[in-house]
């Protein structure tokens, strides 16, 4: 596991040597979003019955930010790796598939929770209540870190130059999460749009993470979980293909 442990660890330093970019202004692009959209709808919209607009953007906004840092995070480094040709001395150890996965997989979580720990401390103060349900929470900031955190290792070993990634991030990560119920109910949508809701996962792990603040939310959290850790155990598996036969890395 020496391997691993020096990977992991790795990672873990590259994101934070630069914490002032990749920790501290995705949580001030969090805050603006609460005062920009709590300060426009806090009046006119309730999304739950009992809970202000104003707690009810905080658990999206936290996990939002928690998905799209861990994706960031693996994709980021595996992209900056094969370009600048470094990915040899990753593949030159003995390195299991599995320990190159966890290593990654592990570093984005850490990068997700400590980014979404920070969203949390700045935004809690707007009226967020106690938690009515920690493990769920804990469950689904976990999960949804994972689950991004495995699409951004796959995306990392497709993409062969920064272009290819940031279109993949601009047209599938940012549609995903932005329409995913972080600013709104989607009980409140069209029939139409409701059901399309339902096919996007990252509504099950913003749903299943508010679930644990409120108590409430649009599904089933048990539905939620079993969308979320399903959808984790596919990319994992897919994640570890791509790994175990050198795809863009050894060819």
Same mark, same amino acid.
């Given at each position: ?17 630069? #914490? *002032? ?31 202000? +607009?104003?707690?009810? !953007?905080?658990?999206?906004? @936290?996990?939002?930010?928690?998905? $799209? ?10 992209? $900056? ?9 990753? !593949?030159?150890?003995?390195? /299991? ?5 966890? #290593? ?7 990068? &997700? ?25 804990? =469950?689904? =900031? =976990? ?10 290792? @796959? ?8 272009? $290819? ?11 995903? /999460?932005?329409?995913?119920?972080? *600013? ?10 409701? /059901? ?7 509504? +099950? ?6 679930? &644990? ?16 850790? &399903?959808?984790?155990? =596919? ?17």
């Amino acid at each position: 596991m020496h391997g691993f442990m020096t990977l992991f660890k790795k990672e873990i330093l590259r994101f934070w040597k630069v #914490a *002032f970019q990749t920790v501290m202004a995705p949580v001030l692009t969090a805050l603006l979003y609460q005062l920009i959209f709590s300060h426009v709808l806090s009046q006119h919209v309730e999304a739950y019955p009992g809970v202000s +607009y104003t707690a009810f !953007l905080i658990p999206g906004l @936290v996990m939002m930010s928690m998905a $799209q840092n861990a994706f960031a995070n693996s994709s980021s480094s595996l992209i $900056q790796s094969k370009i600048t040709g470094n990915i040899v001395f990753l !593949l030159l150890p003995p390195l /299991t598939a599995l320990e190159f996965f966890g #290593a990654y997989l592990l570093a984005a979580i850490v990068r &997700g929770l400590v980014v979404g720990a920070g969203v949390l401390a700045v935004t809690a103060w707007f009226g967020l209540p106690l938690p009515s349900h920690p493990l769920w929470i804990l =469950a689904f =900031a =976990a999960l949804g870190c994972g689950v991004l955190g495995t699409l951004g290792i @796959v995306a990392g070993i497709w993409a062969d130059k920064f272009d $290819q990634l940031a279109a993949f991030q601009n047209f599938i990560i940012m549609p995903l /999460t932005f329409l995913s119920g972080v *600013f709104y109910s989607i009980n409140s949508l069209p029939p139409l749009w409701k /059901t399309v809701s339902h096919l996007n996962p990252v509504f +099950y792990m913003i749903d299943g993470f508010r679930y &644990g603040f409120f108590g409430q939310g649009d599904v089933s959290p048990w539905l939620s979980l079993a969308v979320v850790g &399903g959808s984790f155990a =596919a990319l994992a598996s897919w994640s570890l293909y791509l790994i175990g036969s050198g795809y863009k890395l050894r060819q």
